[in-house]
Antibody, heavy 118, light 113 residues
Framework: EVQLVQSGPEVKKPGESLKISCKGS????????IAWVRQMPGKGLEWMGN????????DYSPSFQGQVTISADKSISTAYLQWTSLKASDTAMYYC???????????WGQGTMVTVSS | DIVLTQSPDSLAVSLAERATINCKSS????????????LAWYQQKPGQPPKLLFY???ARESGVPDRFSGSGSGTDFTLTISSLQAEDVAVYYC?????????FGQGTKLEIK
């Protein structure tokens, strides 16, 4: 079964760092890109950026450039989304999703809820 | 950035009736070299991740019931549910993957009347 399994929910304080993960299985991880999508509470979907695990090339939305880092370790079929200093406004559900280099998001992770509160 | 505007924002339709959701793009998402529209539709039910319904604007994803259809080209697209079922209650999003940053419409909430 093709699936993306994300790491569990996180509760952090402002200023803390965080790295969440997305592990792919059931397919060749390097043949597809992984995108990260934010969904703030009660809001819509926002594309944050993506990564090509084959060469670790990443692309970011201008809205998120410099705010997060997307990386991947193809040896363990896992992509990551990282913050160095969280803000309360980072509170959201974060989804990873698989897609071909130019394609729709056909497989989604279950989501990781990140809560940032003092 | 390409802006996708969905209409309506919310919609209430009776069971077995037709539901229609529109998505208008601020610029064409039709790639002339392959004649494909880089437009997808997703369904998101409460507490679940989005689910792909259509890609290339009208190509139905495997397992999606045929009461769902996607149409349109260039800048104007439509998602139609021919006979609404209770399990179709969800928020529906269009997405363009023609250029980065990829963008989503604001979503349309579909309910039963």
């Amino acid at each position: 079964e093709v699936q993306l399994v994300q790491s569990g929910p996180e509760v952090k304080k402002p200023g803390e760092s965080l790295k969440i993960s997305c592990k792919g299985s059931g397919y060749s991880f390097t043949n597809y890109c992984i995108a990260w999508v934010r969904q703030m509470p009660g809001k819509g979907l926002e594309w944050m950026g993506n990564i090509y695990p084959s060469d670790s090339y990443s692309d970011y939305s201008p809205s998120f450039q410099g705010q997060v880092t997307i990386s991947a370790d193809k040896s363990i079929s896992t992509a990551y989304l990282q913050w160095t200093s969280l803000k309360a406004s980072d509170t959201a559900m974060y989804y990873c999703a698989r897609h071909e280099s130019t394609g729709a998001f056909d497989i989604w992770g279950q989501g990781t809820m990140v809560t940032v509160s003092s | 950035d390409i802006v996708l505007t969905q209409s309506p924002d919310s919609l209430a339709v009776s069971l077995a009736e037709r539901a229609t959701i529109n998505c208008k793009s601020s610029q064409s998402v039709l790639y002339s070299s392959n004649n494909k529209n880089y437009l997808a539709w997703y369904q998101q039910k409460p507490g679940q991740p989005p689910k792909l319904l259509f890609y290339w604007a009208s190509a139905r994803e495997s397992g999606v019931p045929d009461r769902f259809s996607g149409s349109g080209s260039g800048t104007d697209f439509t998602l139609t549910i021919s006979s609404l079922q209770a399990e179709d209650v969800a928020v529906y999003y269009c997405q363009q993957y023609y250029s980065t940053p990829q963008t989503f419409g604001q979503g349309t909430k579909l309910e039963i009347k």
